[in-house]
């Protein structure tokens, strides 16, 4: 049984710092990325950040230069280190592991955190 795990997320004030952790328990295979999203309230959950197995990285426009997406050490570990907060980033945000689809041969399949929240606020 795969489980996501994040922590990390709170109340901090603009122009502050957060850094979200994610470890993933159990068996995972055939993975594309893993990723954070987030959901504002009344909005649609966007992608965030994103790395690949080779640590290729993608992020949404609004966050590049201030945000940071790695991966740990230990197996399915992601972090996203968030510098230089503004209210627009409050939000869940969300991890997530994208696996399968064509190119392994088995069907598509994402894996998510239960989410933590994030508020930057003064």
């Known amino acids: 049984q795969v489980q996501l795990v994040e922590s990390g997320g709170g109340l901090v004030q603009p122009g502050g710092s957060l850094r979200l952790s994610c470890a993933a328990s159990g068996s995972i295979f055939s993975i594309n990325f893993m990723g954070w999203y987030r959901q504002a309230p009344g909005k649609e959950r966007e992608l965030v950040a994103a790395?690949?197995?080779?640590?290729?990285?993608n992020y949404a426009d609004s966050v590049k230069g201030r945000f940071t997406i790695s991966r740990g050490n230990a197996k399915n570990t992601v972090y996203l280190q968030m510098n230089s907060l503004i209210p627009e980033d409050t939000a869940v945000y969300y991890c997530n592991i994208n696996t399968g689809g064509s190119a392994w041969s088995r069907p598509a399949y994402d894996y998510w955190g239960q989410g933590t929240q994030v508020t930057v606020s003064s």
């Open positions: 790395i690949t197995s080779n640590s290729r990285t």
